[in-house]
């Protein structure tokens, strides 16, 4: 038996354990595994590839980004923009196809987030044998309750947030930190709590910059000078705004950002209080991972083979309830897992006096 493994859109830290996983758990069973570079890119003829086996993957659970390198753009997109669905051109998968016939490759590990994942699932219909594994660091696939990648890039923006923490104090000002998380505020809101941010901003609780100001006004009244405000890049105001950096990237979504700065703008002009902003943009997705994300990505890889030696075809992997599983890749796409504003996190937040910009601060 010999399969194929492939990476494709955002690198992610995390991804070389489960190339690692998928590689040991195939030795295991004496399969050989090839891996294809840059994404579905490396399944165009004749095909872009490295054989993988355990001397190959040695050590390379501690490294960020990807050995097989990673595109999101190419000839297989499959979405465009907020959810738009685009289908991969028949003649590629063909030519895709071509490919894995002539490597004699049985099935193929598709490592990606929802444009890849939707990638691949246009291939199964197509009839390759695929199995999906969930990566992403905004956390936001459906029918996972965690990926890898996520973990570790709430570590680098708490760590952030603690550097910040100490400026922000010694000079009694505000600092607001723009994080990634495209559409969904996970990143905002595990980061943001875990460093002890004052005021979160996130996609899913449309905020008032008033709000945001009287928050602050009143940490001051009551001697707190200075003030951490984290500001996901897809956070939406009330009026439904939301700030791009690039109307449309190359790949066809657009390239969020600049809402940090907006917002610190307004905090300085609405409470005349100095104010910074730091936008921590892909220090979240480089580095190593943490442990939690490499044990994550090692059983992500070893049941993506458990599923092929089950022959359970257009299936994902996926993370419940503390155990890793499968789920149909067509429920895990096209819907965004995103924060519910009245869940437990949240309720905690605004317990503890976090403001989400969306009220006054209570008294
Ligand atoms: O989806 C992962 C992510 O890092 C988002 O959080 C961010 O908006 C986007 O990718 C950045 O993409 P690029 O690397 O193309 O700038």
Known sequence: MRIGILNSGGDCPGLNAVIHGAVGAAHTLGWEVVGFRDGFEGLLPPGDYMMLDPSRTIGIMK????????TNKGHFVAKVGEGNVSEVPKEI????????????????????????????????????????????????????????????????????????????????????????????????????????????????????????????????????????????????????????????????????GGIGEYVAKRIEELTNKETRSCTLGHLQRGGSPTALDRILGVRFGAMAVSLIEQGKFGRMVSYQQYQVGDVSIEEAVNQLRTVQPDSEIVRAGRSIGICFGDAPPMN
């Open 63 to 70: 490294l960020g980004g990807t050995i097989l390198g990673t």
């Open 93 to 256: 998968v063909d030519r895709a196809k071509t490919t894995l016939k002539h490597l004699e490759i049985g099935a193929l590990i598709v490592v990606g987030g929802d444009g890849s994942l939707t990638t691949g699932l246009q291939l199964y219909r197509m009839g390759v044998p695929v199995i999906g594994v969930p990566k992403t660091i905004d956390n936001d696939i459906q029918a996972t309750a965690m990926s890898f990648g996520f973990d570790s890039a709430v570590a680098t923006v708490v760590d952030a947030l603690d550097r910040l923490h100490t400026t922000a104090e010694s000079h009694k000002r505000v600092i607001v930190l723009e994080v990634m998380g495209r559409h969904a505020g996970w990143i905002a809101l595990y980061g943001g709590m875990a460093g002890g941010a004052d005021v979160i901003l996130l996609p899913e609780i449309p905020f008032n910059m008033e709000h945001v100001a009287s928050a602050i006004r009143q940490r001051d009244a009551r001697g707190m000078h200075s003030t951490l405000v984290v500001v996901a890049e897809g956070a939406r105001m009330e009026s439904g705004e939301l700030l791009k950096k690039e109307k449309i990237s190359s790949k066809g979504e657009d390239r969020l």
